[in-house]
């Protein structure tokens, strides 16, 4: 019975991501999610104002990023069928009747959807391409909520596949709303999937007690709803997250949720599992809202999906005094701020000798704050951790020579390395107080670098074949007043020079970057590697599914991915730029 509930817990995810993906809010590029406006009984009508956490649309997706998405989805069908194959092939390994069970949903799923479009998928599913849908708390217990297109479909294909199985799907209803539910062994929890009028509801509550039921499945509506509130587009228009989806977990809600009595349905949740909310005394709620002010709120929301494009930023929100001493670490990065040239790129920035002054902030703070609530008593400690990193020689003998790093390849021809030539180029980049001093380092550690005459000229001199270098590939150099530049391949040698100016406006602590090309072409070469090492048939043809599996996902949807992490005046935040082919 624990595999059927895992396995109709995953279809209900996958309809809840075909919903997630398909018809999610989608505005169009540079329009604000704060002039949205939305429609009484509407998902976000059930959300409460005080929610705990949420994601959440404004508006329906363009039809044509729509068209764009389900083309591309309907190219990587294949992988879906692999995916099938290989869990039909692990339950058959399994001689039990649950096992049996489960094969048979999954024969049904396969079945069910088998020669379909994406489309025809979503619309087997009942699920809205135009529609509106919210992930929220009731307190702390999650649920989903999705417009439907047409309720009739999704019942529909629920008792195909049934029919099918010769399984049916327990069911029950309260005040005229029918569910499907699936027993949670060892508790009296139910997962539950509701129809309630034109939406999906999908949750975990108690089957025995009908007030929590009412409220987690929005029968009973909120006092006061985040459709009320105005909280989601007020956050998008704070910063720039697009109606296409955004949300937040609310620290400081969560804090008061874990310390405050239980509330009726916290009750009902947690008597279905046996346990009771411990009590937390006045001393441990002030201390955990202390905490929770540090970092308020996490949030994070689409800020362009247009021609291709999709990309999102995530906020750690903080204490405005805390981000203040963050950006005092910042530096600027070495190298392009978009390096799309590059196959793989990864660097780091950290201004070193900024931290002392940072860590003593932060240790000062500390110690003026003493925890009373033993849970929290550990936290007491924190002073003098923290000033006995302040103090960490390390800090002192790498901040005058870093400040930050950057690694790039550029080309690598996969074949050649296997064959022992190996064809590649990369380069990294250091920026540094003091680049003559890092080279007089490299000395030490490979003599050869002495007989040259690099100056930060920006010239770009070659170096002598390394007796420490494993690839027998031209090493060129050059180096600025700022920046040391060193390259591996022909190709460096006039490509090096353009890599030595730093961007004062391009700070980020740190930056990641891949080709979704050569990714999904490391993929199915590292693939075939375990393939060709596998000692059964059954290992290889799974090693060579995944590898082509993988080969054909990425190369299908991402052409490139590129992640920034930075600090400004509301904390730290993440930016991933997805390009798709």
């Not at 108690?206 to 007030?211: L, V």
């Not at 800020?303 to 999709?310: K, L, Q, V």
């Amino acid at each position: 019975m624990r595999k059927l509930v895992a396995v109709v817990v995953a279809v209900a995810l996958l309809a809840a991501g075909a919903w997630w993906f398909f018809g999610r809010d989608g505005g169009l590029p540079g329009v604000g999610g704060g002039a949205a406006t939305i429609a009484a009984d509407a998902p976000l009508d059930f959300v409460p104002a005080d929610t705990p956490y949420v994601f959440a649309n404004l508006e329906p997706l363009p039809q044509a990023e729509r068209e764009r998405w389900m083309g591309q989805m309907d190219g990587v069908a294949a992988m879906w069928k692999s995916q099938i194959a290989v869990m039909r092939a692990r339950l058959a390994e399994q001689d039990d009747a649950d096992a049996q069970v489960v094969s048979r949903w999954v024969d049904a799923l396969d079945a069910e959807f088998a020669g379909k479009s994406v489309e025809q998928v979503v619309a087997s599913l009942g699920a809205s391409l135009e529609g509106h849908g919210a992930f929220y708390g009731v307190g702390l217990a999650p649920v989903m909520r999705s417009e439907l297109a047409d309720p009739d479909a999704l019942r529909a294909t629920v008792a195909r596949m049934e029919q099918r199985t010769g399984h049916t799907l327990a069911t029950a209803s309260i005040d005229g709303i029918g569910y499907w539910y699936v027993a949670l062994p060892g508790t009296t929890l139910r997962a539950i999937f509701a129809i309630q009028d034109r939406h999906l509801v999908i949750t975990v509550g108690p089957g025995a007690d009908d007030a929590a039921l009412r409220t987690l499945l929005g029968i009973e509506r909120p006092a006061r709803s985040l459709r009320d509130s105005g909280a989601l587009q007020a956050l998008n228009a704070t910063f720039g997250y697009l109606p296409v989806g955004g949300g937040y977990v609310d620290t400081a809600r969560i804090a008061d949720l874990l310390t405050s009595p239980a509330t009726p349905l916290e009750t009902a949740l947690l008597a279905a599992i046996d346990v009771e909310k411990p009590a937390v005394d006045a001393a441990c709620r002030s201390e955990a809202a202390l905490l929770a002010t540090l970092v308020p709120r996490l949030s994070a929301g689409y800020t362009r999906i247009a021609d291709g494009h999709m990309d999102m930023a995530t906020r750690i929100e903080t204490l405005p005094k805390i981000a203040a001493d963050l950006q005092t670490l910042r530096t600027p990065m070495p190298g392009p701020r978009m390096a799309d040239d590059a196959l793989f790129d990864f660097g780091i920035g950290l201004k070193v000798g900024a931290l002392p002054a940072v860590l003593n902030a932060w240790a000062d703070a500390a110690q003026a704050q003493t925890f009373a609530c033993p849970q929290l008593a550990d936290l007491n400690a924190t002073a003098t951790q923290l000033r006995s990193g302040s103090s960490n020689a390390a800090i002192y003998t790498v901040a005058p020579v870093f400040s930050a790093m950057r690694l790039m390849l550029t080309r690598v021809d996969l074949d050649s390395m296997k064959a022992g030539t190996p064809d590649a180029s990369g380069k990294i980049l250091i920026a540094s107080g003091n680049p003559a001093a890092l080279l007089s380092m490299a000395k030490n550690f490979a003599p050869e670098i002495a007989s040259i005459d690099l100056k930060p000229d920006g010239k770009v001199v070659a170096i002598p074949t390394l007796a420490a270098n494993p690839l027998p590939l031209p090493v060129f150099a050059a180096m600025s007043p700022q920046v040391l530049a060193l390259g591996v391949g022909a190709d460096q040698q006039a490509m090096l020079g353009a890599d030595l100016a730093l961007d004062p406006a391009f700070q980020p602590l740190l930056v990641y970057g891949i080709d979704g090309t050569a990714y999904a072409d490391f993929m199915r070469f590292g693939m075939a590697q375990a393939a060709a090492a596998a000692t059964t048939d059954a290992e290889r043809k799974e090693a060579e599914d995944m590898g082509a599996m993988m080969h054909q996902l990425y190369s299908t949807w991402v052409k490139r991915i590129d992640v920034t992490v930075d600090v400004d005046a509301h904390g730290v935040v993440i930016e991933q730029r997805m390009r798709m082919p």
